[in-house]
Every structure is written in C-alpha cells, then in structure tokens.
C-alpha cells in the first residue's frame, strides 16, 4: 500500500485518502454515491419518458 493510500471509484469519481478504512470494509461512502448515480440517471430516464407521450 505504502506509498499510494488513495482509493478512487472510477464509476463515480468518489475518492478518499483512508485506503486502511476501505480495506476493513468501510464502503459506505462508494456505496452511497453509486446509488445516488443510480437513482439519478433513472428518474432522469423515467422523466424523459414521461415527456415522450
């Protein structure tokens, strides 16, 4: 690990310094952004439908 302790999600650019953390299985920041993404990009789908009719 030593020197690099930055741990980034390419997916949605989420990044921390505490590469010690993630490994002890602290994710909820990863996981929270992802479905923060997530949730976006289907209700803005869903909206885009609901225009479409």
């Known amino acids: 690990m030593h020197p690099y302790t930055k741990v980034k999600d390419l997916r949605t650019n989420v990044e921390?310094?505490?590469a010690t953390e993630i490994l002890d299985g602290k994710i909820d920041l990863f996981i929270k952004a992802y479905l923060q993404q997530l949730n976006h990009?289907?209700?803005v789908g869903k909206e885009a439908l609901d225009?479409?009719?």
């Open 41 to 43: 990009t289907t209700s």
């Open 16 to 18: 921390t310094i505490v």
């Open 51 to 53: 225009n479409f009719k």
